[in-house]
């Protein structure tokens, strides 16, 4: 099975200099960029069938990344 990862310059192509920009100069934003990409990488594992887990911890992961692409979009929005 094909998943569709949902990096950040994929996402929100649109600020795609501006999240290179924040991961080398603001550390929150870092955490938060490293964060969302173990969490997407986890949902990925677990879709193609590399990890298995309940239905209910997967949902709790898809929240978690997508509460955490609204803290990196706040952030990128502040920046400009």
Request: no cysteine; glycine share 2%.
């Given at each position: 099975?094909?998943?569709?990862?949902?990096?950040?310059?994929?996402?929100?192509?649109?600020?795609?200099?501006?999240?290179?920009?924040?991961?080398?100069?603001?550390?929150?934003?870092?955490?938060?960029?490293?964060?969302?990409?173990?969490?997407?990488?986890?949902?990925?594992?677990?879709?193609?069938?590399?990890?298995?887990?309940?239905?209910?911890?997967?949902?709790?992961?898809?929240?978690?990344?997508?509460?955490?692409?609204?803290?990196l979009?706040?952030?990128?929005?502040?920046?400009?």
């Amino acid at each position: 099975m094909n998943i569709e990862r949902h990096s950040l310059a994929k996402e929100l192509p649109e600020f795609k200099d501006r999240i290179h920009e924040l991961k080398l100069s603001d550390g929150h934003f870092s955490k938060l960029f490293k964060d969302y990409h173990e969490v997407d990488n986890e949902v990925i594992r677990i879709e193609d069938g590399v990890e298995h887990s309940s239905d209910e911890y997967l949902e709790s992961l898809k929240k978690k990344r997508l509460w955490l692409k609204d803290q990196l979009y706040r952030i990128l929005k502040s920046a400009d």
